[in-house]
């Protein structure tokens, strides 16, 4: 399994080091809405337009159900004084697994689709997060007339979101994060696409592909050969 990189103290870091951990420590005492930037900042800053809107949304959403999932902010503001961002991150491993969860669902909409309801019956439920949350949903499922005359929509940014949630949440619990590239026991590579959990801890099953096939396959992290199996 991989292992996770050794972290720098205050003195190891360069200029430009220092100034990215304080910008993203900033962020990590920003609650859920910036917990979606940082993750975008942190592992994804090539992502798709809007995923840091559609991460905020599934918060939202897993919030609305279980309010308890919120991190404890004495937690998080101790976490912040010791520029601990592993420590953040363990934090909001619930948070994060929960709307990892709602993704994974085979229609994710079943589990946001109350939410939103609940947020339009009553402007007094919309403050802050859930405001910004009840503009977007409508903002991206919007269907319009385009240009070619086809009915369409801005749609949500899925497989980037659901890439930054993986890897976040495997920075945690450990594993191969999406478009890592995996050795079998029998030799074979393979590049992971998406991870899968049945329990508590690692993933126990990937979504990946092999070298010319297009076909998306199932691998079990049994099937996955450590860093220190002879090739």
Not at 16 to 43: C, D, I, K, M, T
Not at 123 to 138: D, F, I, M, S, T
Not at 194 to 199: D, Q, Y
């Amino acid at each position: 399994m991989n292992e996770k990189p050794e972290t720098k103290d205050a003195q190891q870091l360069t200029t430009v080091e220092l100034r990215q951990q304080e910008y993203y420590l900033r962020l990590a005492s920003g609650g859920p809405q910036s917990r979606a930037w940082l993750l975008r900042e942190r592992h994804g800053r090539h992502s798709a337009h809007g995923t840091e809107r559609f991460l905020q949304l599934l918060y939202g959403a897993a919030l609305w159900t279980e309010p308890g999932l919120l991190p404890d902010e004495e937690e998080i503001a101790a976490a912040v004084a010791d520029a601990d961002l592993a420590a953040i991150d363990v934090a909001y491993l619930p948070l994060d697994r929960a709307a990892l969860d709602i993704l994974h669902r085979p229609t994710w909409q079943d589990k946001v689709e109350p939410y939103i309801t609940h947020l339009t019956q009553n402007e007094k439920n919309r403050q802050a997060l859930h405001q910004a949350n009840y503009v977007y949903w409508h903002e991206a499922a919007r269907t319009y007339l385009d240009i070619d005359g086809y009915l369409t929509s801005r749609g949500f940014p899925f497989l980037t979101t659901e890439a930054l949630l993986e890897a976040a949440v495997i920075s945690v619990t450990g594993g191969y994060p999406p478009k890592s590239t995996v050795r079998l026991h029998d030799g074979r590579t393979a590049v992971i696409d998406s991870a899968r959990w049945t329990r508590d801890g690692a993933p126990d099953h990937y979504l990946g592909r092999f070298p010319g096939d297009a076909t998306e396959h199932t691998i079990r992290a049994t099937e996955i050969a450590g860093p220190d199996e002879p090739r």
